[in-house]
């Protein structure tokens, strides 16, 4: 039986895949910052049979992150599988972004699965295996019209990702990247309170329990890269090969205020 670790599961693609795992046996130590809500997670968890550890704590802080780690740890005796997934968006323009509001994106989407993975790499040295599973976004591939501060936190999760990747090559330890495109989760509202007003995407979407799924997957067999919505793979390629056409793919699938 699996013990999994997952940030930001008190809503979205974090709390499916909790669900998902432990519907399928594993144990989940979560954590978020909404007591309340991590409860109510914990609480389908074990009404279906499944054990949770819900941790209140803010990925942004360092010192929470390792003790969220150490308790799972203690808890549980060992982790199998960490998911570096909290994480938020804001939209607009470079002038409509301000370097504070910048600063939190890096701070969550960025330092927040840094501070995770720096807590938990170690552990997984020790015993030589372990999974460490980072959920970007196709945003994190290809950047997406006023979505560029947004986009470069998820690019800077790919380049630690890799890194660590080629560095952990042989080492019985994996790790992935999950590429998930537009997912229908509270991430929406959570901008639009960021941005100061709603808006609308029109390329494709999928479901939280779509990338949960797809997660599900890649614990099962360990993939460099995942995309849940699979034809999103063709969009990465496409702008290796060429991206001043992909620039006008991108443009219509980007994001409009309502
Ligand atoms: N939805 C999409 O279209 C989409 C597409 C591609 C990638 N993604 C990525 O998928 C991940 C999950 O997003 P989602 O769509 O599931 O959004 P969501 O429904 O808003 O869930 C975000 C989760 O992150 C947690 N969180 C936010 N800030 C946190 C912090 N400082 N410390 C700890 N937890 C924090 C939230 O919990 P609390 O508020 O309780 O702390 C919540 O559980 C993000 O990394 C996002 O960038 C989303």
Redesign the pocket.
Same mark, same amino acid.
């Given at each position: 039986m699996l013990n999994v670790l997952i940030?930001?599961?008190?809503?979205?693609?974090? $709390?499916a895949t909790a669900i998902r795992l432990a519907t399928g046996g594993a144990t989940i130590a979560l954590?978020? $910052? $909404?007591a309340d $809500?991590?409860d109510q997670v914990a609480a389908e968890i074990r009404a279906a049979g499944g054990e949770a550890l819900p941790v209140v704590?803010?990925?942004?802080n360092a010192a929470e992150m390792q003790a969220f780690v150490d308790r799972a740890l203690a808890q549980l005796g060992r982790l199998d599988v960490a998911i570096c997934?909290?994480?938020?968006?804001i939209y607009g323009t470079i002038e409509m972004i301000g370097a504070e509001q910048m600063q939190r994106l890096l701070?969550?989407?960025f330092m927040?699965t840094y501070n995770t993975a720096r807590a938990v790499v170690p552990l997984f040295r020790q015993r030589g295996r372990g999974h460490l599973i980072i959920?970007?976004?196709?945003?994190g591939k290809r950047g997406i019209p006023y979505m560029g501060a947004?986009s470069a936190t998820?690019f800077a999760q790919v380049g630690l990702a890799e890194s660590l990747r080629a560095e952990l090559e042989e080492s019985g330890i994996h790790v992935s990247i999950v590429?998930?495109?537009?997912?229908?989760?509270?991430?929406?509202?959570?901008m639009t309170g960021h941005s100061g007003f709603a808006t609308r995407a029109a390329g494709p979407r999928q479901t939280?329990a779509d990338?949960a799924d797809a997660i599900a997957r890649t614990i099962a067999r360990p993939a460099a890269e995942v995309y849940p919505y699979r034809k999103a793979r063709g969009l990465s390629v496409l702008n290796a090969l060429a991206p001043g056409f992909t620039d006008r793919i991108v443009k219509r699938w980007g994001r409009r205020p309502i």
């Open positions: 940030t930001g599961a008190s809503a979205g693609i974090g $709390r954590c978020a $910052r $909404r $809500r991590l704590a803010d990925v942004t997934n909290a994480g938020f968006g701070d969550v989407n927040g959920v970007s976004s196709i945003a947004y998820k590429f998930p495109v537009s997912t229908d989760t509270e991430f929406f509202e959570v939280a990338v």
